[in-house]
C-alpha cells in the first residue's frame, strides 16, 4: 500500500501547477478527495494564475503558534516562499503529508519530521491505486518535464524503470 493512500496531504502550488499544466489537475483531486488541506496563501498562488483546486479545504492559519512556527521557519529558510512555508505550516499543524517538487520544501519538512511526497508519488500512488496505467503515468511525468517542473533525468529514469516493472507485474 503507498504512503499516501490514506494520508492528508498538504498540497503546494508547484504539484497543482504541474498537474495543471498537464491536463491532469481532475487527478490529482479525484486521488485526494476528503483529504487535501490546501493553505490560503497556496490557494492566494494559484487564485493569481486563475487556478483552483476542487474539493481542497482551505486552511487559514489563525493560532499564534501556527504564526510562530511559520516566523521560525521563513526566519532559518529566507528562500521559501509564502505559499510553501504555508503548506509546510499546514502539514505540520494538521499532521499531513507535504505534497510539493520544490527542493528547498521537500528538504525543510524532512528536517521538521513532516512526511513529504511530490508528483511522483502521486502518480506511484495513482497507478497502484488502478486510476492511471502505469505507462499513462510514465507519460504524464514527461509531459510535466517538458512543460517545466523540475524533476531530475535520473529521477525520471528511475521512475521508467519502476513503472516498467510495475507494469510486467501487472501482465
Known amino acids: 500500500m503507498h504512503k499516501l493512500s490514506s494520508a492528508t496531504v498538504s498540497v503546494d502550488s508547484s504539484v497543482v501547477i504541474d498537474f495543471h499544466l498537464t491536463g491532469s489537475l481532475l487527478l490529482l483531486e479525484e486521488l ?7 493553505s490560503d496563501l497556496v ?20 493560532q499564534d503558534a501556527e504564526w510562530a512556527f511559520f ?6 529558510k529566507p528562500g521559501l516562499g509564502y505559499g510553501e512555508l504555508g ?6 499543524f ?6 510539493t517538487n520544490d527542493r ?12 513529504v511526497s511530490g508528483a511522483i508519488g502521486v502518480l506511484e500512488h495513482a497507478v497502484e491505486a488502478n486510476r492511471i496505467s ?22 525520471l529514469e528511475v521512475f521508467r524503470r519502476k513503472m516498467i516493472d510495475s507494469a510486467r507485474e501487472g501482465e
Open 32 to 38: 485526494f478527495t476528503g483529504r487535501m488541506l490546501m
Open 43 to 62: 490557494e492566494e498562488e494559484l487564485a493569481m494564475s486563475k487556478m483552483k483546486v476542487l474539493g481542497a479545504e482551505v486552511v487559514i492559519l489563525t
Open 71 to 76: 516566523g521560525e521557519v521563513k526566519r532559518n
Open 87 to 92: 503548506a509546510i505550516t499546514v502539514a505540520k
Open 94 to 99: 494538521r499532521r499531513a503529508s507535504l505534497l
Open 104 to 115: 528547498q520544501a521537500r528538504q525543510t519538512a524532512e528536517e521538521l519530521g513532516i512526511p
Open 134 to 155: 502505469a505507462r499513462n503515468a510514465v507519460t504524464l511525468l514527461e509531459d510535466m518535464v517538458r512543460q517545466g517542473a523540475w524533476i531530475s533525468d535520473d529521477l
